[in-house]
C-alpha cells in the first residue's frame, strides 16, 4: 500500500489567497529557554488544504462538523486537466467516465506553482458548466489544486451550485507528483464546531 500526501505545507510565508499573507507560526517556548518546544498557529479557516461546508456560500447550509466524512473518504478519480490554461468546462470533462458516488480531483497546471509563491489570480478554476456537469454526474466531492476552485465570480455559482447538489469541495490539494488514476482519498476536516470551513489533511491510498 502506497500513501501519497496531497497536502499543501503550511509554512508562514505559504501562498494565501490574494495575498491575505495571515499565516503566523510563533514559538512560544523554545528548547534553550524552556527545554521544550511549543507553538501557535494563527491562520484563516481557508489556509492551504482545506474543506468548504455548504455554510460558506449557503445561508441554510451544514457547517464543517455537521459534514458526512464519507463524502470525504473513499474512491477517487484524478482527472488529467494539465492543458487547460483558463477554467474547467462540461467539454473538458465530458470525455472521463466519472461515476456516481466518486470523488474527482483536479490535477491542473495550477500544481506546478510553488507552495510559498505569489497568489496567482489567473489560476485554473471550475466554472458554473464543469459544476452543473459534474453536479448531474452525482459524485459526492471534488477537489482542486489551488486555493480556490472558481475565480472572481460575483454570484459564487460554481461554490453554490456544487453545493446545492449536496457535494463537498476540497481546495488547496497538491497534485503535480500524483498519476492520472484511481485512488483511495482520506481527507479530514479538523472538527470545528459551527464554521464554514476547516484545515485538512488529505492522502491517496494506492494498493
Not at 488529467?80 to 468546462?89: D, M
Not at 458554473?128 to 453536479?135: I, N, V
Not at 480556490?148 to 463537498?168: C, D, M
Request: hydrophobic letters at 45%; aromatic letters at 6%; glycine letters at 4%.
Amino acid at each position: 500500500m502506497k500513501i501519497i500526501d496531497i497536502s499543501w505545507p503550511i509554512t508562514s510565508d505559504i501562498t494565501t489567497y490574494k495575498n491575505k499573507s495571515d499565516v503566523q507560526i510563533i514559538q512560544t517556548h523554545s528548547w534553550e529557554t524552556s527545554v521544550k518546544r511549543e507553538s501557535q498557529l494563527i491562520c484563516g479557516m481557508h489556509t492551504g488544504t482545506h474543506i468548504d461546508a455548504p455554510a460558506h456560500f449557503l445561508k441554510s447550509g451544514l457547517t464543517v462538523d455537521q459534514l458526512d466524512l464519507n463524502s470525504v473518504i473513499g474512491p477517487a478519480q484524478v482527472l488529467e486537466l494539465s492543458l487547460v490554461t483558463n477554467k474547467i468546462t462540461k467539454q473538458d470533462l465530458v470525455n472521463f467516465n466519472i461515476t456516481a458516488g466518486a470523488i474527482i480531483l483536479l490535477k491542473t497546471s495550477n500544481s506546478n506553482l510553488a507552495a510559498n509563491s505569489l497568489f496567482e489570480p489567473n489560476f485554473v478554476y471550475l466554472d458554473s458548466s464543469g459544476a452543473e456537469y459534474l453536479a448531474s454526474k452525482k459524485i459526492k466531492a471534488v477537489g482542486i489544486d489551488y486555493l480556490g476552485i472558481e475565480r472572481n465570480q460575483p454570484e459564487h455559482n460554481t461554490h453554490k451550485i456544487l453545493f446545492s447538489a449536496e457535494i463537498i469541495i476540497i481546495e488547496g490539494l497538491r497534485l503535480a507528483h500524483v498519476a492520472a488514476e484511481n485512488y483511495e482519498l482520506i481527507c479530514l476536516p479538523l472538527n470545528i464546531v459551527g464554521q464554514e470551513a476547516a484545515l485538512a489533511r488529505a492522502i491517496l491510498i494506492k494498493k
